[in-house]
């Protein structure tokens, strides 16, 4: 009886929290609502941070949950995110093209966010292999370094080379070239949601041995 009461405390307690969160989630959408119509820099700043905020949660998920789950899967994509908060961040800080280095910056904030979209959207057709072939151990200090060096590469070059992110916007506006690469984006990610959907037997598969 002791027992059985505890239990019923302790998922009255579990269902008050989700409650909770429920509501502070549906809050901060009303907020971000209504800093679109304020100040539309608020909005895309609080937006871009929050999404940050999700990214960082997924890497220390995955870093803590890996000893028990052994989910590769979960474990690379928490790795990648990492990584691309880094980019998100730096779109943050260039956004509008605040003037935050010592040279020029128009621009400068697409390019860090195609870059961040780019990498995102490789991350997840490359873990799509780790999904299908989830007996694949991974060396993970070999994908860390890797993507050190993209995340390096992908910084040195929108800040000074300018060879592999042509230039996205100008005073006139965006360019043909961010548009197209944004239709090429939105192609791969729903496809990406097409690859998930046809996967998700073997998703909800490996969420059950976690």
Same mark, same amino acid.
């Given at each position: 009886m002791e027992?059985?009461?505890?239990e019923?405390?302790?998922q009255?307690?579990?269902n008050?929290?989700?409650?909770?969160q429920?509501?502070?989630?549906?809050?901060?959408?009303?907020?971000i609502y209504?800093?679109?119509y304020?100040n539309?820099?608020?909005?895309?700043?609080?937006?871009?941070?929050?999404?940050?905020?999700i990214? !960082?949660?997924?890497f220390?998920?995955s870093?803590?949950?890996y000893?028990?789950s052994?989910?590769?899967?979960?474990?690379f994509?928490?790795f990648?995110f990492i990584f691309?908060m880094?980019l998100d961040?730096?779109h943050i800080?260039?956004y509008?093209?605040?003037?935050?280095?010592?040279?020029?910056?128009? !621009?400068?904030g697409?390019?860090f966010?195609?870059?961040?979209?780019?990498l995102?959207?490789?991350?997840?057709l490359?873990?799509?292999?780790?999904?299908?072939?989830?007996?694949l151990?991974?060396?993970?200090y070999?994908?860390?370094?890797?993507?050190?060096?993209?995340?390096?590469?992908l910084?040195?070059?929108?800040l000074?080379l300018?060879?592999f992110?042509?230039?996205?916007k100008?005073y006139? !506006?965006?360019?043909?070239?961010?548009?197209?690469?944004?239709?090429?984006?939105?192609t791969?990610?729903?496809l990406?949601?097409f690859?998930?959907?046809k996967f998700?037997?073997?998703l909800?598969?490996n969420?059950?041995q976690?």
């Amino acid at each position: 009886m002791e027992s059985s009461y505890k239990e019923n405390n302790e998922q009255s307690l579990i269902n008050h929290i989700n409650i909770f969160q429920h509501i502070l989630f549906v809050l901060f959408l009303i907020v971000i609502y209504l800093l679109k119509y304020m100040n539309y820099y608020w909005f895309h700043t609080a937006a871009e941070i929050y999404s940050c905020i999700i990214a !960082g949660c997924i890497f220390i998920t995955s870093i803590n949950t890996y000893r028990i789950s052994f989910n590769n899967y979960f474990m690379f994509l928490g790795f990648a995110f990492i990584f691309i908060m880094i980019l998100d961040i730096f779109h943050i800080l260039t956004y509008a093209d605040l003037i935050i280095y010592p040279f020029e910056s128009i !621009g400068i904030g697409a390019k860090f966010w195609i870059a961040a979209r780019t990498l995102e959207l490789s991350t997840f057709l490359i873990s799509f292999i780790l999904l299908y072939y989830n007996d694949l151990r991974p060396n993970f200090y070999l994908i860390f370094a890797v993507y050190t060096i993209i995340l390096i590469f992908l910084i040195i070059d929108i800040l000074y080379l300018n060879i592999f992110i042509p230039q996205m916007k100008t005073y006139s !506006g965006i360019t043909t070239v961010k548009i197209f690469w944004e239709y090429i984006l939105s192609t791969g990610f729903l496809l990406c949601c097409f690859i998930l959907y046809k996967f998700k037997k073997k998703l909800i598969t490996n969420c059950i041995q976690c």
